[in-house]
């Protein structure tokens, strides 16, 4: 079971969300507002993705490994047109400003891994509490680490923003931290998880660990993050105790 491989994580997701539509006068919408997107043309049934989209996909590709990279301060807009391969003054056809290209770049980012974590506990169907979790620290490990520079970018570069840049995004980031919660929650319920276990504790020490990975993880074999998520579940569930 492979939920979590990049074709079927947060690439899926983020094709389609990366693409908000966008109004009549481009440069017309605000920060808090998602951008609307060129139409699509269907030819035989395939979805043909149009030039205008495109080139706004490959800004916030762009802006997404350089922030990762080198954080938000010292990117620039110059930099970030550099790397989608367009001329500086075309960014402002797509964004307003570098914060909203960052104000996107964080949606997605944690968007696309809530996303794929949902969707491997939803596709395990009934099975334990502990392989759904485990199914989550996958999906999360995967998104984070092979499937999309956006969520490693959102991850490295939140804590060195500012308030106000943050707490745009604080409402969907409670809301992931409530679904683990919730998926703590049920496992010491059915008796899987200690019941003296505070499950805020718990998610806060799982996800702290998990989204310290890409500081120190080294994705070298084909199997990397598959093996990483099936150490990091033993050691949630049993430990270091010697048995």
């Known amino acids: 079971m492979h939920p979590t491989r990049r074709s079927l994580l947060v690439s899926k997701a983020q094709n389609r969300l990366s693409r908000p539509k966008r109004s009549a006068n481009p440069r017309s919408s605000t920060i808090s507002k998602r951008k609307a997107t060129a139409p699509e043309k269907v030819v035989t049934g395939i979805v043909q993705t149009s030039k205008s989209e495109k080139s706004r996909d490959s800004i916030l590709e762009a802006a997404a490994k350089l922030f990762r990279r080198q954080g938000y301060s010292a990117t620039t807009l110059r930099q970030i047109a550099a790397m989608a391969e367009i001329k500086a003054g075309s960014i402002y056809y797509y964004f307003d400003s570098k914060e909203q290209i960052l104000d996107e770049v964080l949606h997605l980012g944690l968007l696309g891994v809530f996303e794929a974590v949902k969707k491997a506990v939803k596709d395990a169907g009934n099975v334990s509490h502990r392989r759904r979790i485990g199914l989550a620290i996958e999906a999360h ?15 490295r570069i939140y804590g060195q923003l500012p308030e106000t840049l943050k707490k745009r995004h604080r409402p969907l980031r409670r809301a992931y931290a409530k679904y683990w919660d919730q998926l703590f929650l049920d496992a010491r319920r059915a008796g899987e998880i200690r019941a003296d276990i505070e499950i805020v504790p718990l998610r806060i020490f799982v996800l702290g660990a998990l989204n310290w990975t890409i500081e120190w993880f080294s994705l070298d074999s084909k199997n990397a993050v598959l093996k990483l998520a099936r150490r990091t579940e033993l050691l949630i569930f049993d430990g270091v105790k010697k048995a």
Do not use: G, K, M, V
Request: aromatic share 6%.
């Open 141 to 155: 490990l995967a998104a984070l680490l092979e499937a999309s520079d956006f969520t490693s970018a959102n991850i």
